[in-house]
Structures are given as structure tokens and as C-alpha cells.
């Protein structure tokens, strides 16, 4: 089984009322964890890659350990660019083996959005590449985007169908009420998402597969060891699961996940240095991280995305 796109894999979590984990990888040990859990529960995947990752582990290094990973799995693997910017980097990624790319010209004018979109879509599909594009600005921060919650904005549902159409959009990312990072509501907030946008824009774009960004559930378990083992992050409130579960049975065929894994990932370290403080070989504490990981991508795969042996 080669790297796939995503389509197939959409088509069926529509029609099976489930979604497709797209995880971010950096290294080794992330890859490993999620593609080994993927492996024991037969689930099909998205490995996605931001502009931050790039930069870190080089394009060429992430795309072999990718490959390595569906040699080693046998599973499908979509291999997809989080959050592209501008054309530029679509375009190196596509002509560097990607099967999807993100175009995010959610910071843009509507018609601007379009019009980038559109570039990057004629390309990718030139190429036999899939795009999913955004309408609608997250709160929250990544690499080089810091969207405050003053300037978020929820999709408007009377925009979606004429951006598909003009664009030619494979997927769509929409803003209801997730974000992205560790940081989600402050305590004392009530996590809320917008169904009714969700289902209005369903019904605007039927059997069209929607993308939801920020949907970490910031998992309190790793926070707690996170502070346990010298830590001192302040009480974080992610997406609760029952509504990801519900997201996942409608049209939302993808659904994005990174800050728990750096959670996984970090708390795993801690732990491991905390009771081996002479431990000095990477791998003695690098290996708790990884599993860890792999803990956390059956627990999603299983019990929040409902993909289980739908490789
Ligand atoms: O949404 C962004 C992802 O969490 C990637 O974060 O840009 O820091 O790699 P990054
Ligand atoms: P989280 O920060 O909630 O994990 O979101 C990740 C994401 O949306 C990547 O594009
Ligand atoms: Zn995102």
C-alpha cells in the first residue's frame, strides 16, 4: 500500500458516520507512537506536517520516516500539509510527495481566499493531490499565526457553497467554537461548540467532508504529570470528548490533534527524568514519550473517532 490521498478515506467515514485522526509528527518517536497504535486497532491515517515541522526535521527526513512507517504498517497513510500559508510551500510539499496540502487563507479577504485557494487547488489537482481549504479564523497559536479571541470568527454558513464551488476545495476546515493549543477555554468556562453552524452548513454542502481544527482534548491525566514532575502549567480546558464523538458522526471527516500528543510526549519525559535523574541515553527516556502515544492514538482512534478497523 502506497501513501494514499485522503478521498477514499472520506468518502467512507462519511457514509460510516466516523472521522480520520489526522495527528502531527516532528521525529521518530511521534511517527512510531501513533502508526504502531493505528497498526494494532487497523485504522486508516493522516500524518500531517506544519510549516514548524518542516523547518525542524527537514521535508526529506519526515517523508522517508513516513514511508518507513506504511512499509512497516501496511496501512493507508495520507501524508498532509498542515496549515500552508501560501502557495509556495504547497507547492514544495506537493512536488516533494504529499498527497494533500491545507491552503489556510482563512486570514485573508473572502476573495482573496478564493483566489489563493484556487492556484493551489489547480496545482495539487494537476498532480493528483487533494486540498482542504478554511473559511473561518481559530483562536489560538501556532507557528507563525497567533489569532487572538477578539479576531476569531465562526464560519458563516452562507459563504461555504460558492467558496467550494469557485475554489474546487476537496475538504473544508470551518471554525465553531475549537482552537488550537493547550489553552482552550479558561477555568470556569463552559467548552461550547456551534452544532447549529455545523449542521447548517451540512445541509449547504451535502455529502462534502468537513475538517475541524484545535480538537485536542488537552488530557488532564498528562497535565497532572506535567506539574507532578516540576511542571507549572496552569489548569487547561480542551475539547470534551462527547462532543468530538458527536462531531465525529456527522459530516466532520477529519479531526486535527496535536497539543495532546505534546502532552503525551512531555509527560512521559518528565516522569521518566524525575524517577531516573541519571538516566543520560535518549532513548531510556524517549521511549516513555513514544509510548505514551501510543497509548493516547488508540484511546482516540478507539473511543473518540470511531475509525477502528476501517483501514
Ligand atoms: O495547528 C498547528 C499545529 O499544532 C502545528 O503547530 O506550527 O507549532 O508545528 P506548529
Ligand atoms: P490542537 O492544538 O487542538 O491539537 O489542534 C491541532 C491542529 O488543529 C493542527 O492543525
Ligand atoms: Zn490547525
Given amino acids: 500500500m502506497p501513501i494514499t490521498t485522503s478521498a477514499e478515506m472520506f468518502k467512507k467515514a462519511y457514509e460510516g458516520k466516523y472521522a480520520i485522526g489526522a495527528f502531527n509528527v516532528n521525529n521518530l518517536e511521534i511517527i512510531q507512537g501513533i502508526t504502531e497504535a493505528a497498526k494494532e486497532l487497523n485504522a486508516p491515517l493522516i500524518l500531517q506536517v506544519s510549516a514548524g515541522a518542516r523547518k525542524y526535521a527537514k521535508h526529506v527526513y519526515l517523508m522517508k520516516l513516513i514511508e ?3 512499509l512497516d504498517t501496511g496501512l493507508p497513510i495520507c501524508v498532509h500539509l498542515d496549515h500552508g500559508d501560501d502557495f509556495e510551500i504547497c507547492k514544495s510539499c506537493i512536488d516533494g510527495g504529499f498527497t494533500s496540502v491545507m491552503i489556510d487563507g482563512s486570514k485573508h479577504s473572502f476573495e482573496d481566499n478564493i483566489k489563493l485557494t484556487s492556484e493551489v487547488v489547480k496545482y495539487a489537482h494537476d498532480r493528483g493531490v487533494v486540498v482542504e481549504g478554511e473559511l473561518g479564523k481559530l483562536a489560538g497559536i501556532e507557528d507563525d ?16 457553497e460558492e467558496f467550494v464551488k469557485r475554489t474546487g476545495v476537496d475538504s473544508l476546515a470551518i471554525a465553531i467554537g475549537t482552537s488550537h493549543g493547550a489553552y482552550k477555554f479558561k477555568p470556569g468556562q463552559t467548552p461550547h461548540l456551534r ?13 462534502f467532508p468537513i475538517v475541524l481544527h484545535g480538537a ?5 491525566e498528562y497535565v497532572k504529570i506535567i506539574n507532578e514532575y516540576g511542571g507549572s502549567m496552569p489548569d487547561a480546558i480542551g475539547i470534551p470528548e462527547d462532543m468530538l464523538r458527536q462531531a465525529a458522526r456527522s459530516a466532520v471527516c477529519k479531526i486535527n490533534i496535536d497539543s495532546d500528543l505534546r502532552l503525551g510526549m512531555t509527560a512521559g519525559i518528565r516522569e521518566h527524568m524525575a ?37
Avoid: M, W
Fill in 195 to 207: 452544532f447549529d453552524i455545523l449542521e447548517d452548513i451540512t445541509k449547504r454542502l451535502p455529502n
Fill in 216 to 220: 485536542s482534548s488537552v488530557v488532564p
Fill in 145 to 160: 499565526v497567533n489569532v487572538s479571541e477578539e479576531d476569531a470568527a465562526f464560519t458563516r454558513p452562507e459563504e461555504v
Fill in 275 to 311: 524517577k531516573h535523574p541519571d538516566h543520560f541515553d535518549p532513548r531510556q527516556y524517549l521511549a516513555p514519550g513514544r509510548d505514551n502515544i501510543r497509548t493516547l492514538v488508540k484511546h482516540k482512534i478507539k473511543e473518540v473517532l470511531g475509525c477502528d478497523g476501517k483501514a
Fill in 68 to 70: 518507513a512507517a506504511v
